[in-house]
């Protein structure tokens, strides 16, 4: 059990993990042993914790951890080395590949579990201290499709635009493509109130989840269904006229041009391509149609896919015929996964994007940028590369030849993963900052060790827009710095050390709040301390004087109209779709005992006793099929690539579709097979959807242990 030395005796912060971003109390335990329980006055967990979160604290002084820089020598090992030598080769690096092919060589890559303070820095860094387009992150992969709906329908994209808590008081809720009770174990408990309640609650899935099987009604749809089954269900309320024309009158447009498209989703049709009994899907309309405070909630099971906008736009025009949104315990949401998804999203690190939801093309933001930053707005550069298509082209003409990477693992968790660590092997200069070797930091030239979740403070934003302080519970490791000392350093080296003379993340926080003052996530009136104060604080909260947001649509949409947008939108097949030679579905998806790509929760002994491997879900008629029985390791294979897993035959699954979790690297890494079918506004890659076929075990043997 690892120990180390808090830096007080009870310090209420966060998990480090996902969205929900728990409360928590961090004390010193016994023995050195740090401990974590629940915080009950943080009012989004109650007390609630998962599995993870109990086990966070773990991580902190693992043996594993980083403890100094590591570069790469002349025999081509990581090798450990000073502060000094692993950052003069980082700038010495820079400085040559921007020589040899121009600024927008050297690339940035960041991730949805950095700080606000972090994701802030780390934009400026790219178009201020290294003067590139290109820096996206993992966050792209995540809640980039849901993000782009939103904004096409509501005009602002906050994940929940109301707080979580209203889930409670809805009295139908529809939940697709979300598995909360194993990804979110605490969110339940406003599922479980909702029910006690008398709600209904209908879940969407092809997997019969532990989140399903708690559910009034299963809807088990095909994988890449989705549009079509929200079209059928909007197809069904119209014929009945369930819906709410008050409201679509008052506080919408475009609700005329859907009807010639949903009028051709009549249930026979919708029921051949969704694979849901035409009985079950007037059953759930029935129940939408009824509900006084309806509620549509998507999650990566519908966005995750090369039309995952198209998918999140049908739900919203389905949510908003049934009136009420705005109101409380209504509306529309998304439930957002990594732990600063929706912060991550708003300070500047996505490749369209700057701080406070500016579009980085808008010459109104640049000119506010700029003069925050101290620069000539011509001197910002434009859009960059999305996240794949930063990773596809590294190496090559005209991609980066040079990244730094931060907060992220891209070999386990970006799609045809084979192919991108072959990208990775090409450039000419990796530097990964983190605190484990995970599998894309064994690729690096440099490695530098950075400071964990409770060894530093900074502002998260958790799934409801709510703005919130991470404290600082523990102290670093000698050897290792944080992510803004590490920025400054570099920044230094490359002659741009003024523009990142910050000593703490409260000084970052200033310059944020300048940033993004008059944005759409506007956070100039959020300060540490009304965050302590008011449990946190919910963007937009423009003046010291306001309170923040809870509800964003209460009086008008975010549109120039002030109006909800309809979009008709058609289903379209998904990229890949079951053949004679791969007949299954692939669809891929999280586990209770990990996080991401596992490079923390891997490492967490009782996470790993909970789930040592991945498990692949099989229907028993697809396992006699393939001569494949219960507990034995099984080849997948894609066209990209094959993974090695175990199977667990269950009718939990349909006959045509496999599950796998995606948080293992090497010969099980399931992203090795997905397809990178991009969506063509967020450039999400197709994560939920691919063909593969499976292999009886002897046909490969020998494989896991590659
Ligand atoms: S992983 Fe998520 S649900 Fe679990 S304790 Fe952490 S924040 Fe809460």
């Not at 790469?72 to 010495?92: K, T, Y």
């Not at 909360?180 to 709600?199: I, K, N």
């Not at 997948?636 to 094959?642: D, E, I, M, P």
Request: glycine share 10%; aromatic share 6%.
């Amino acid at each position: 059990m690892p120990t180390l030395a808090p830096t007080a005796t009870d310090t209420a912060t966060h998990c480090p993990y996902c969205a929900f971003q728990c409360g928590i109390r961090f004390g010193a335990g016994e023995d050195g042993v740090p401990s974590v329980v629940g915080d009950a006055d943080f009012p989004v967990n109650k007390g609630a914790l998962c599995v993870k979160g109990f086990t966070a604290s773990d991580t902190l002084g693992h043996p594993e951890r980083l403890r100094t820089p590591f570069v790469r020598d002349a025999n081509g090992d990581l090798a450990p080395a000073s502060w000094d030598e692993a950052l003069d080769r980082i700038a010495a690096g820079i400085q040559d590949v921007q020589h040899r092919h121009g600024l927008d060589a050297v690339g940035v890559f960041g991730g949805g579990s950095l700080t606000n303070e972090k994701t802030y820095l780390l934009g400026k860094f790219a178009r201020v201290g290294l003067r590139t387009r290109n820096i996206d992150y993992n966050g792209r992969f995540c809640m980039s499709s849901a993000a782009g709906a939103a904004i096409k329908a509501f005009g602002v994209d906050r994940g929940l635009p109301f707080p979580v808590a209203d889930i409670a008081q809805a009295d139908v809720v529809l939940l697709v493509g979300s598995n909360p009770a194993e990804t979110m174990p605490p969110l339940m408990q406003y599922f479980q109130a909702q029910r006690a309640a008398g709600g209904t609650l209908i879940v969407v899935d092809p997997r019969r989840t532990v989140t399903a099987q708690s559910a009034t009604l299963h809807l088990r749809l095909t994988p890449g269904s989705d549009a079509a089954l929200a079209n059928g269900l909007l197809h069904l309320l119209l014929k009945s006229g369930a819906i709410d024309m008050e409201f679509i009158r008052e506080r919408t447009e475009g609700f005329e041009q859907l009807r010639g498209v949903i009028a051709t989703y009549w249930p026979e049709r919708v029921e051949k391509i969704t694979g849901v009994p035409e009985a079950q899907l007037v059953r759930a309309a029935q129940m939408l149609g009824k509900a006084q405070r309806p509620m549509v909630l998507t999650a990566r099971g519908a966005e995750q896919q090369a039309q995952g906008v198209t998918n999140v736009l049908a739900f919203i025009n389905l949510a908003l015929a049934l009136g009420r949104s705005g109101q409380p315990f209504a509306g529309f949401g998304t439930i957002t996964g990594q732990g600063n998804g929706q912060g991550g999203r708003e300070q500047g690190q996505k490749a369209d994007q700057l701080p406070g939801y500016r579009r980085i093309d808008d010459p109104a933001a640049r000119a506010h940028m700029a003069a925050v930053w101290g620069i000539h707005a011509d001197e910002i550069p434009g859009p960059g590369r999305s996240a794949y298509e930063l990773l596809d082209d590294m190496g090559r003409d005209g991609g980066v030849r040079a990244l730094v990477l931060m907060g992220s693992n891209p070999v386990v968790s970006a799609p045809r993963a084979l192919h991108i660590e072959e990208r990775f092997r090409s450039l000419d200069l990796l530097v990964v900052a983190d605190f484990f070797l995970s599998e894309t930091a064994k690729l690096a030239d440099v490695v530098l060790p950075s400071a964990q979740w409770a060894e530093e403070e900074g502002t998260m934003t958790n799934l409801e827009g709510r703005v919130i302080l991470r404290r600082r519970a523990s102290e670093m490791p000698d050897g290792v710095r944080s992510d803004l000392e590490i920025i400054r350093a570099i920044a230094e080296r490359l002659g741009r050390g003024d523009h990142f003379a910050y000593d703490s993340a409260p000084e970052v926080f200033e310059e944020l709040r300048r940033a993004t003052a008059g944005g759409v996530a506007d956070y100039a009136g959020i300060t540490y301390e009304k965050i302590e104060a008011q449990q946190g604080v919910f963007w937009p909260c423009p003046t010291p004087e306001h309170d923040g947001t809870p509800r964003i649509f209460a009086d008008r949409f975010a549109t120039p109209s002030g109006r909800a947008r309809f979009h008709p939108v058609r289903h379209e097949a998904p990229a890949e779709e079951p053949d004679a030679e791969y007949p299954l579905y692939l669809t891929t998806g999280r586990v209770l005992g990990h996080y991401q790509s596992g490079t923390q929760t891997r490492r967490v002994e009782r996470l790993n006793k909970l789930s040592p491997e991945p498990l692949v879900e099989i229907n028993p008629i697809a396992a006699k099929r393939a001569g494949v029985v219960d507990g034995a390791l099984v080849t997948l294979v894609s066209r990209r690539g094959t993974a090695i897993a175990r199977a667990r035959v269950t009718r939990d699954i349909r006959e045509d579709t496999v599950f796998v979790p995606f948080h293992w690297g090497g010969p099980s890494s399931i992203n090795r097979l997905t397809n990178p079918a991009l969506d063509p506004t967020s450039r999400m890659p197709e994560f939920k959807v691919c063909a593969v076929r499976i292999e009886a075990p002897s046909v490969r043997q020998g494989v896991m242990s590659a």
